[in-house]
C-alpha cells in the first residue's frame, strides 16, 4: 500500500485485519509524499518486478476528477503505476475516517454527525475538531477507535469503492 503520509499510515493500521481478510499479504504503508519521483518509480519497478499486488493512494485534491487524477499520477510515475491500482480518496484521507463514525460515536466525541463524508477536506475535519482534545492526532485516534468499516462504506463513496476494489484482489 502506498500512501501520501502519516494520517493514511495511521488509517490503514486501523483497518489493516480487514485488508487482511481479503488480500493474500499484507506489508505496512510505504509513505511516497517525502519521497523523490525517481525513489517511487524505483520501488514500483520493484514491485512489478516481483509481481507483487499494491494500491497507491492518492487524495483528489484539486483535481476536477478521479479520472484526471489518476492521468496526472501517471504522467509523474509513468506506465509503472498501474491505473487500476490508484485508489483515488475523494476528497481526502480525513473523510474516510469520518465516515466510520455512527451517530453514537459522534455524540461521544462531541462532533455533529454527517450523513455523507465525501467533501470532507483536512480544513473542515480540524474545524470540528472539538477543544477536549489536545491535538488533532488525539482527535484521530479517538475517531479510529470507534470506526466501523461498514458505516463508512455506506458514508463514504471513494471508500466504499475502495473496499469493493479488495474484495476483487
Known sequence: MFVEGNDDERFFQKIK???EKSCDCVHPPWKYRQKTKKRIRNFLDSVRSM?????????INRSPCVTAKKSALRRNYGERL???NV???VKEIEGWYLAGLDD???KDLGIRPLASTD????EHFNSMIPSKFDSRIDFMIEVLKRFSVK???QKNKSFAHFM???SVT
Open 104 to 106: 453514537n460515536s459522534c
Open 82 to 84: 498501474d491505473r487500476d
Open 51 to 59: 509481481n507483487g499486488s499494491y494500491f497507491f493512494l492518492a487524495d
Open 87 to 89: 485508489v483515488v480518496v
Open 119 to 122: 467533501d470532507v477536506t483536512k
Open 17 to 19: 485485519s480487514v485488508l
Open 151 to 153: 458505516t463508512a462504506e
Open 164 to 166: 469493493k476494489k479488495i
